[in-house]
């Protein structure tokens, strides 16, 4: 089995090192965006190379996201169906990689090796990414698109104004919107005042968090709500990795 090290590029160039006299070649796949993860967009890579067994495993990435999987994934003798693998003739083997990113460009290097890494190593951290990528390392996805935040009826009951936040990914490309699960809420209101009691998710201390429709319920205190600070307050959200959004208004409490 041969062994070197490599710098792929994500879009069909293939680049060796010099470093064996017979160098096992990469090419890449455009990358497919298949999912979302908070602040991320979560791609699928087929990496096709001239050895039809072993593992591929990413080394560096220059990102702000993470590629894996950290152990390797598998060569499998024939190209991926879903994902567009080069066919080139030289090409005997074919792997998935998972990439995510925010920015959706980035540069990796892999290598081959004949067995995977033990069960559970981690997936490669990215580096932040330079405003201009060198040369021809580009990893070319989907950037992170953001969120759209919606705020439903709110209902009082006893003491507390409900508040229902609903947050949904944005359409990334060709991959749709969808809920956004486990997205992580920073709230603030203007003019400060009102009071948090907590949210479905916990209480004051609690992270406020989506659940797997992408709402959370947040609990005011309605008599906080004081006309004498501001007759409206608004309502800003934060999901995780997003910008911030004004969610909506309340009015004031009397």
Same mark, same amino acid.
């Given at each position: 089995?041969?062994?070197?090290?490599?710098?792929?590029?994500?879009?069909?160039?293939?680049?060796?090192? /010099?470093?064996?006299?017979?160098?096992?070649?990469?090419?890449? /796949?455009?990358?497919?965006?298949?999912?979302? #993860?908070?602040?991320?967009?979560?791609?699928?890579?087929?990496?096709?190379?001239?050895?039809?067994?072993?593992?591929?495993?990413?080394?560096?990435?220059?990102?702000?996201?993470?590629?894996?999987?950290?152990?390797?994934?598998?060569?499998?003798?024939?190209? *991926?169906?879903?994902?567009?693998?080069?066919?080139?003739? #030289?090409?005997?083997?074919?792997?998935? *990689?998972?990439?995510?990113?925010?920015?959706?460009?980035?540069?990796?290097?892999?290598v081959h090796a004949a067995a995977s890494a033990p069960a559970g190593t981690a997936d490669v951290d990215g580096v932040p990414a330079p405003d201009a990528p060198a040369g021809?390392?580009?990893?070319?996805?989907?950037?992170?698109?953001?969120?759209?935040?919606?705020?439903?009826?709110?209902?009082?009951?006893?003491?507390?104004?409900?508040?229902?936040?609903?947050?949904?990914? !944005?359409?990334?490309?060709?991959?749709?919107?969808?809920?956004? !699960?486990?997205?992580?809420?920073?709230?603030?209101?203007?003019?400060?005042?009102?009071?948090?009691?907590?949210?479905?998710?916990? /209480?004051? #201390?609690?992270?406020?968090?989506?659940?797997?429709?992408?709402?959370?319920?947040?609990?005011?205190?309605?008599?906080?709500?004081?006309?004498? *600070?501001?007759? !409206?307050?608004?309502?800003?959200?934060?999901?995780?990795?997003?910008?911030?959004?004004?969610?909506?208004?309340?009015?004031?409490?009397?």
């Amino acid at each position: 089995m041969r062994h070197a090290l490599f710098v792929l590029l994500l879009g069909g160039c293939v680049i060796g090192d /010099g470093s064996d006299s017979q160098p096992i070649r990469f090419e890449a /796949g455009t990358p497919q965006a298949v999912g979302f #993860e908070p602040g991320r967009v979560v791609h699928d890579v087929c990496i096709a190379l001239d050895d039809d067994a072993g593992y591929v495993r990413p080394v560096l990435l220059v990102d702000d996201g993470a590629m894996g999987p950290g152990e390797g994934a598998p060569v499998r003798p024939a190209p *991926i169906a879903d994902l567009g693998c080069p066919e080139a003739p #030289e090409w005997v083997g074919w792997a998935r *990689i998972e990439w995510r990113t925010r920015t959706g460009r980035g540069a990796a290097t892999v290598v081959h090796a004949a067995a995977s890494a033990p069960a559970g190593t981690a997936d490669v951290d990215g580096v932040p990414a330079p405003d201009a990528p060198a040369g021809e390392l580009i990893l070319d996805g989907e950037r992170f698109p953001g969120y759209a935040v919606t705020v439903e009826a709110t209902t009082l009951t006893g003491p507390a104004l409900t508040v229902p936040f609903v947050v949904d990914y !944005e359409a990334a490309g060709a991959l749709p919107g969808q809920p956004a !699960e486990g997205v992580t809420l920073g709230l603030s209101l203007l003019p400060a005042g009102p009071a948090l009691l907590g949210s479905s998710a916990g /209480g004051i #201390e609690d992270p406020i968090r989506t659940d797997a429709d992408g709402r959370v319920y947040v609990f005011l205190d309605a008599a906080s709500l004081d006309c004498a *600070i501001s007759e !409206e307050f608004a309502v800003f959200a934060t999901p995780t990795g997003g910008g911030t959004i004004l969610a909506t208004t309340l009015p004031c409490s009397l």
